[in-house]
């Protein structure tokens, strides 16, 4: 095998070891994100905004006490909303967010975090909180479509959730502004139902497709299972693959991912089966 870790073209699969420690270069910085990065023949690798990229979901136990279960608050920043209802006391239209990695008091651990909730509230502390929504963690913009009839709640809240609950703390909180009313009505809204879009990070082409990844280790903190991808559309100038865990999506803290099908790092296309070597 080669020794400059990394996988050769034609590889799509990446199997993980269990146990994997979901660590990083830091110590205080947990991997929330698996990363693929195209490896060309010039010797150079391509940079984390164009990488292939998926949350990283860590599977645990459930324990006997659910407040163990539930996930810690993840920050969130830049939220916005822009009601386009011109119905009074009902809402619609696209909400966005980002995860706020840069908050030092409160470094981002998505491994308990399955989705995130989105609804409204009485106040910035999510007091009186109806849900609107659920979307998968990695999810960073939706369109409430139709409109919802949010009462007398004026604060959009976004809360990191399981299926054992809510965090304890909202993630975020904006007071949105109504669109002013063209009618008003007293009739019951329909039932809510929602579009959901992901924005992309992958560009045709240029990085690896359709990644997928689920641990299959029930610790807490470790990880186990099998990296998934589909190749470039052009591989021609692509040598290999080089699979990657780290702290955001721009690789901050990355640490590379070992195969126990090859001696190092790297995957070489043509392979679809690799192991990570436990930490």
Do not use: C
């Not at 609804?119 to 990695?138: F, H, R, S, T």
């Not at 009462?151 to 609950?165: K, P």
């Amino acid at each position: 095998e080669d020794s400059d870790n990394f996988a050769v073209v034609g590889t799509n699969a990446f199997l993980l070891y269990s146990p994997t420690a979901r660590g990083t270069t830091s110590s205080t910085h947990p991997a929330n994100w698996i990363m693929v990065f195209i490896q060309y023949k010039d010797g150079s690798m391509q940079s984390a905004d164009l990488a292939g990229k998926t949350p990283l979901q860590d599977q645990f136990e459930a324990s006997k006490n659910p407040v163990f279960d539930i996930p810690s608050m993840v920050p969130v920043t830049d939220i916005t909303f822009a009601d386009t209802s011109s119905s009074q006391y009902y809402m619609q239209g696209e909400v966005s967010w980002a995860i706020d990695y840069d908050d030092a008091s409160n470094p981002v651990d998505l491994s308990k975090v399955e989705y995130w909730w989105i609804g409204v509230a009485n106040g910035y502390d999510g007091e009186n909180k109806d849900l609107i929504m659920q979307v998968p963690v990695g999810t960073n913009k939706v369109v409430i479509d139709p409109r919802f009839n949010f009462g007398d709640r004026l604060y959009l809240t976004i809360y990191a959730s399981n299926q054992y609950g809510l965090a304890t703390d909202p993630s975020g909180t904006i007071l949105f502004t109504e669109m002013p009313n063209m009618t008003f009505t007293t009739t019951a809204g329909p039932t809510t139902t929602w579009t959901i879009t992901t924005t992309s990070t992958q560009t045709p082409g240029m990085s690896v497709n359709a990644l997928e990844f689920t641990d299959t280790d029930v610790i807490a903190y470790r990880i186990g299972g099998v990296i998934q991808w589909a190749p470039p559309v052009d591989i021609t100038y692509v040598t290999g693959y080089r699979a990657m865990m780290a702290n955001n999506a721009e690789n901050d803290y990355g640490v590379y991912l070992w195969s126990a099908e090859v001696e190092d790092d790297t995957v070489p296309v043509g392979t679809n089966a690799l192991t990570i070597l436990g930490y």
